[in-house]
């Protein structure tokens, strides 16, 4: 099934304000799906989390956490036995190298502790903006909002921006959420992405801001017009035979 396509404008101030006050009352309880005990497994569950589900790398960090407890231990773990224990979470060649020199990174820069500073946390293998950002958000319990591919869906389809990047779509958030609720917002959006506001086709009938999201319309008129092209191309009825065309068989 084709995209259904991104709003070409923003909503008002005004309807942005409702959207998400709406989605903060739907999920208030809303928080990071990984399972974590620390910041340091929760950075290492949030690198491996690229290009994989939640779900799947909470199956596989147990026994790694269970191996591997601190910084220390994964700085000096074989690549290939890393490698071993986080197989199904996808490309884990890569990740393994990534966790195991971000761990050494910790162990001799950080004295074993995961900073709070987006530069130094950016700064460790396999951490880019959005991962530096869920730390920093979930752990330190600071103001940031990090843009995975479900809020940049979801923050599209809400008409909340035009971003053509994650840190477009991030500056966009940070200009209609409060500050203080940054850290959360992303949560709403991501939880609304994974339970409603689906890829590729959202289930506007199920949701509680469709009355003032743009995206109804969209997916009504996108979803008319290729019923319409599909009835278009569709083979044409052949003609019946007549009485008499079939007697000369
Ligand atoms: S109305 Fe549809 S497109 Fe808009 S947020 Fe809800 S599910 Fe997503």
Redesign the pocket.
């Known amino acids: 099934m084709p995209k259904i396509p991104f709003p070409k404008s923003k909503v008002s101030r005004v309807i942005a304000e409702r959207e998400l006050a709406i989605l903060e009352k739907t999920y208030p309880h809303a928080v990071t799906a990984l399972h974590y005990s620390n910041p340091f497994e929760l950075l290492m569950a949030v690198i491996l989390s690229a290009q994989c589900t939640d779900a799947r790398v909470n199956l596989a960090t147990p026994a790694l956490f269970a191996k591997y407890p601190t910084p220390e231990k994964l700085a000096k773990a074989k690549q290939s036995d890393v490698e071993r224990l986080i197989r199904s979470c996808g490309f884990f060649r890569m990740k393994s190298k990534n966790i195991i020199s971000a761990s050494r990174a910790l162990a001799e820069q950080h004295g074993g502790v995961v900073p709070s500073q987006r530069e130094e946390l950016e700064a460790l293998a396999g951490v880019g903006r959005k991962t530096a950002s869920v730390v920093m958000s979930v752990a330190f319990e600071q103001a940031a909002i990090a843009v995975d591919t479900h809020v940049f869906r ?1 923050a599209h ?2 008409g909340l921006t035009l971003g053509k990047n994650p840190r477009d779509v991030e500056q966009d958030l940070q200009k209609i959420v409060p500050r203080e609720q940054w850290r959360h917002a992303h949560h709403w959006l991501i939880m ?1 992405g994974r339970a ?2 689906k890829a590729p086709i ?3 009938g199920e ?1 509680p ?2 009355q003032i ?1 743009p ?2 319309k969209i ?1 009504a008129r996108s979803l008319t017009a290729r019923a319409l092209a599909s009835a278009a191309g569709a083979p044409k009825p052949r003609p019946r035979r007549s009485v008499a065309a079939k007697k000369k068989r």
């Open positions: 979801v389809r809400l609304h409603i506001c959202p289930r506007c949701c801001v469709n999201c995206t109804p997916l």
